[in-house]
């Protein structure tokens, strides 16, 4: 039974995955309407989606990567560990995780 249960989280997984890098695929053509409905759409997703926000933060640029930011500061304090790790694994990312964290503490 543990089995089955570990494959349909495997597979709810892949299906945010897959769902949540489809809505950053629109990004690239979204005017400013649809940029904030994906947007919301992303925070939706809640904590479920901080892993692939890190990832869209650290290897996009522009529109994907400043939604992924303020996609992170939306979700909240399931945000801030993450981040903390971000900024220790990668030294060039400090500063963006510092800024996040402090936006989501509200002492920025």
């Known amino acids: 039974m543990q089995a089955v249960l570990t494959t349909s989280a495997i597979r709810e997984i892949k299906d945010i995955k897959f769902e949540l890098s489809t809505l950053f695929e629109k990004l690239n053509s979204a005017d400013n309407n649809l940029k ?3 947007e919301n ?4 997703y809640g904590e479920s989606a901080i ?5 869209k933060l ?3 640029k522009g529109v ?3 939604v992924a930011a303020m996609s992170l500061i939306r979700i909240g304090e399931g945000s801030i560990n993450p981040l903390r790790q971000l900024a220790e694994a ?3 990312f400090v500063w963006v995780s510092e800024y996040i964290i402090k936006e989501i503490e509200g002492t920025f």
């Open 41 to 44: 759409e992303v925070v939706s």
């Open 36 to 38: 904030s409905a994906i």
């Open 58 to 60: 650290t290897g996009s």
């Open 64 to 66: 994907q990567r400043g």
């Open 51 to 55: 892993e692939f926000l890190i990832d």
């Open 90 to 92: 990668n030294k060039n």
